[in-house]
């Protein structure tokens, strides 16, 4: 395994390279800290690809160097100088030594450890499908046999408790603690560990306990050697003395910690390994035996099953939260493809700039026509247009921002980018004043009073995402883009009319016939503005470009 050794305030420091991806900067955010200005905040960036490590220039001010060039990326290898700033990392294997046995000890034959593959627990314990010929063969191990039959039954009932408190857990930190609970409860330890890997497949320390103790760091509870192995290689260790066995003795965690007899396995289910569990006895060696290796094992694999199982559960809620808020700016197909973007990234997109089309329309006349309609009339009334602008809006995959008043607002092109965001925008447009016209007539024979909308387009970059308070936020667009737009409706367009922006005439021009306006001063613009008309027949129908 390498490790970047370097020196910090004069002290030699090593960082060993796990995981797929390892930050360095000056920010402690980062994994690798190196703190001086001449260090930018987030400054490289290490990923392993495939067998080998490569390292990114994060846009840091200094640059970076390997063997004394500036590169912006190139992959590194043992003996590579790495340079940050200041520092110097250089890119070693790391050293196996072995340490002095403390006097007065006999020494522990090799045979104190053993290591199980999980590939061999299934097999004794019937877990595949289909067993080889040797799977009825008892597996030893230094001349040790593996879980007798008397012991087996015990894990099994064992077994059937652990899966009665699991199934009930619902949070993976619930889970965590009663896992924990069942280890001190069934095995003769002093100390355990739960350790899961984050989303770059570092392994991070998550819940730890000592006998007797509450609120253990666990960071310091731990073998970082005996947890690489276990998971890097899908195997269940037990050590009877990890200070004097050759396989661990470089791990300083060990030695600081005085790990003497520990095990250690995989938490994994299936072919999939998400962290590992680790237990030990700081005093006493000799402690654990083979059946309790396997017990951990098969402990491991319930207590991944559960968590695997709650974070789900978390997921599909999240899913479910992520549709109810989306639902009620987008149609349902937008939604679908927001959704299926935020499982393949991970996220759902909270706030940057893109280039839209922004959306304004209000009834002329609101306010007139609102003072002579009864609370139930009125709720009807706005409906109704309401109605007409959102299936227009959804129609042509629009996000349907907001209504104010008797307005209404929205936006094209974003969340899901759409090229042709300026068309859409203008077809939603002309879709509403064609069905009010439509309404219209229906409206004149029941004598009633006929209705006009007006909508006012821009198209321009603008600022997209959750943007509120902590209190409460909205997925919304800011800027000078949406603007111009409310002025161009408010200030510009006549009933029944739909005006545009300049960008959003040249973008738009191939379906729809626009007469310009010439240059228009909006209030609250310090110039003037290009402004088009969209060119409709009697019926609110957009003509053709001549």
């Known amino acids: 395994m390498l490790e970047l050794v370097y020196e910090v305030e004069g002290k030699t420091q090593r960082f060993r390279l796990v995981g797929n991806e390892v930050s360095l900067g000056r920010s402690s955010e980062n994994e690798v800290v190196l703190n001086d200005f001449s260090v930018s905040r987030r400054h490289a960036l290490l990923r392993r690809e495939k067998e080998r490590w490569v390292v990114y220039d994060q846009n840091s001010t200094n640059g970076i160097k390997v063997n004394g060039r500036f590169v912006t990326q190139g992959p590194l290898a043992v003996g590579d100088v790495l340079t940050v700033g200041t520092f110097t990392l250089t890119v070693r294997e790391e050293v196996v030594s072995t340490p002095p046995r403390p006097p007065g000890r006999p020494g522990v034959e090799s045979s104190s450890t053993f290591v199980r593959s999980i590939a061999d627990f299934n097999r004794d314990f019937g877990l595949d499908e289909v067993a080889p010929p040797e799977a009825d063969v008892s597996l030893t191990m230094s001349g040790r046999r593996f879980t007798s039959p008397v012991a087996r039954g015990k894990i099994f009932e064992i077994l059937v408790q652990v899966a009665k408190t699991l199934i009930v857990a619902r949070e993976v930190n619930e889970i965590l603690g009663r896992v924990v609970d069942l280890l001190f409860d069934h095995l003769p330890l002093e100390r355990a560990v739960v350790v ?10 998550t819940l730890a306990r000592q006998r007797g103790k509450e609120g253990a760091e666990p960071a310091e509870l731990f073998s970082h050697t005996i947890v690489d192995t276990v998971m890097r290689e899908r195997v269940a260790v037990l050590t009877s003395d990890a200070l004097a066995d050759g396989r661990f003795e470089a791990g300083q965690s060990i030695r600081i910690q005085q ?78 493809e927001i959704v299926s973007d935020s499982e393949v990234s991970g996220t759902v997109e909270r ?138 409706e408010e200030y510009v367009a006549g009933p029944n009319e739909i005006v545009v ?41 957009p003509l053709p470009p001549r």
């Open 196 to 205: 899961l890997l984050d989303r770059n497949e570092r392994p991070l320390p």
């Open 259 to 336: 790990i003497r007899s520990a095990m250690c396995v995989p938490l994994w289910n299936q072919e999939r390994i998400i962290g590992a569990l680790h237990v030990d006895t700081p005093l006493r060696v000799g402690t654990f035996t083979a059946d309790d290796l396997d017990l951990l094992t098969a402990l491991g694999n319930f207590a991944a099953v559960a968590i695997e199982r709650a974070r789900l559960q978390r997921q599909i809620e999240d899913e479910q939260r992520i549709r109810e808020r989306l639902s009620r700016y987008h149609s349902p197909a937008v939604v679908e």
């Open 351 to 488: 706030v940057r700039t893109r280039p839209v089309s922004v959306f304004f329309a209000d009834i002329v006349g609101f306010t007139t026509s609102a003072e002579s309609m009864d609370p139930e009339a009125l709720s009807r009334f706005l409906g109704t247009v309401f109605t007409f602008a959102a299936d227009a809006i959804f129609a042509q995959g629009g996000t349907l921002d907001k209504f104010i008043g008797d307005a209404v607002m929205a936006f094209f092109g974003a969340p899901i980018a759409q090229p042709d965001h300026a068309r859409r925008a203008v077809a939603a447009a002309s879709k509403l004043v064609e069905n009010v016209t439509a309404w219209n007539a229906e409206r004149i024979r029941r004598g009633e009073r006929p209705v006009a909308v007006r909508v006012g387009i821009n198209t321009g970059n603008a600022v997209v995402g959750d943007i509120g308070s902590d209190r409460r936020v909205d997925y919304t667009v800011l800027g000078n883009t949406v603007n111009v737009a409310a002025r161009l």
């Open 501 to 541: 922006g300049g960008e959003t005439a040249a973008q738009a021009a191939s379906w729809y016939d626009f007469e310009p306006l010439g240059e228009i001063k909006l209030k609250g613009l310090t110039r003037g503005l290009p402004a088009y008309r969209v060119r409709l027949d009697a019926r609110g129908v």
